[in-house]
């Protein structure tokens, strides 16, 4: 085979690739809650089949409970409010608990334990839920953690879906 045909079935291949990957992720989303949210954070995921794009979406998720870890830990430095403190103390809390969750069922996906996967992602959901929660007890106190704790807990909802597909 010339390497000009060579590269042209290879361009093929991979064009082809990456637009079933595209048609799982989009008729994937089309069944969650929040389709939009769904193709801006899994639009530019290559996954194969619904258990890889689960995963994938696992794998977003605990990166973005990293990064609210981060965020919270930043705001309870700058912070010289001692409710304000209090109250991001016990989200970094509810999303260590969290990730501990996202990773258990990353570790279920693989071993097809879908069962196990809704119940550790409601458990994650459930902590970022608590996280939100503890901002809404404290009179006066607003959350400044409101759209990361909707992201999270909208991921959640979209694995929860994709996992009851499989």
Known sequence: MSPKIFFFAFFLAM???????????TQSCQKTLYKDF????????QATDLQSLTK??????????????????????????????SALTDCSEDYDNALDEIKDSLRAIEAKSYGDVKTWVS??????G????????????????????????????IILTFTNLL
Do not use: R, W
């Open 15 to 25: 064009v082809s690739s990456s637009h079933q990957a595209s048609v799982l992720v």
């Open 56 to 85: 994938a979406a696992l794998n977003i998720e605990s990166s973005k409970g990293t990064g609210i870890l981060k965020l919270t830990a930043d705001l309870i430095k700058k912070s010289s409010d001692p409710v304000l403190k």
């Open 130 to 157: 608590s996280c939100e929660d503890g901002f809404k007890e404290k009179p006066g106190l607003k959350s400044p953690l409101t759209t990361v704790n909707t992201e999270f807990n909208q991921l959640c909802s």
């Open 38 to 45: 769904c193709l801006s954070a899994l639009g530019s995921v």
């Open 123 to 128: 458990a994650a959901m459930t902590y970022s």
